[in-house]
């Protein structure tokens, strides 16, 4: 069975420090594993990852993928109070469907 | 084992055509979404209702329609299918009061729609 886990489910942590959330994936025909910040009625896209070992930047926030150990991690260097959302895992597979892990709550405290 | 169903996986469609997607929910939930997702653009919501006969527009509603008569069922409604409305089609549904998208949010299989 196709299946995205991410870990942790949830997570509090304080302003400043740097959080790594996980994604775990079994997924048959693979094409991109992307990353979502949710907080309002829709994900905000963040990365799409498709090869293994090029890391992906937008600020504060950096991905990467493992294609070989099927897993890939979202970091948050110096997070603020703005980065406190859902954060979502979804995996492409090609031609057929998006595999959506539950989700990582983060809550970050000033 | 609770689930959102959409009716179809994948749908090839004319120009022109009047197009039906379906998604139903047994979950008892107020709320249903629809979003569509393309690569490079993430998820874009079309439409979302948190009410039977209630529907509200999402930030991309242009081409597209919706219908809630029933609780369960949220349909999505292209009127005049066009080429670029060829993507993958995600249903959601969340319980009263949730309009976030976490973990207690369910998500159809997708629908992949190809306007030809």
């Known amino acids: 069975e196709d299946k995205v886990v991410q870990s942790p489910l949830s997570l509090v942590v304080h302003e400043g420090d740097t959080v790594t959330l996980n994604c775990s994936y079994e997924v048959t025909n693979f094409r991109s594993l992307l990353w979502y910040k949710q907080e309002k009625k829709a994900p905000t896209f963040l990365f799409m990852l498709t090869s293994s070992g090029i890391e992906k930047k937008s600020g504060r926030l950096s991905s990467i993928l493992d294609k070989k150990e099927l897993f890939s991690i979202l970091n948050i260097t110096a997070t603020q109070t703005g980065d406190s959302a859902v954060y979502l895992c979804?995996?492409?597979?090609?031609?057929?469907?998006?595999?959506f892990g539950k989700g990582t709550t983060l809550s970050v405290s000033s | 084992d609770v689930k959102v169903t959409q009716s179809s996986r994948y749908l090839v469609k004319r120009t022109g055509e009047k197009v039906f997607l379906e998604c139903v929910q047994d979950m008892d939930h107020e709320n249903m979404f629809w979003y569509r997702q393309d690569p490079g653009l993430g998820l874009r919501l079309i439409y979302f209702?948190?009410?039977?006969?209630?529907?509200e527009k999402g930030d991309i509603p242009e081409g597209y329609s919706v219908s809630r008569e029933k609780k369960e069922r949220f349909s999505l409604i292209l009127e005049s299918a066009s080429t670029n409305q060829t993507s993958m089609y995600l249903c959601?549904?969340?319980?009263?009061?949730?309009?976030?998208?976490?973990?207690?949010?369910?998500f159809g299989q997708g629908t992949r729609l190809t306007v030809v």
């Open positions: 979804v995996v492409d597979q090609a031609g057929t469907a998006l595999i």
């Open positions: 959601a549904s969340t319980p009263p009061g949730r309009f976030l998208v976490n973990t207690e949010a369910f």
């Open positions: 209702s948190y009410d039977v006969k209630m529907k």
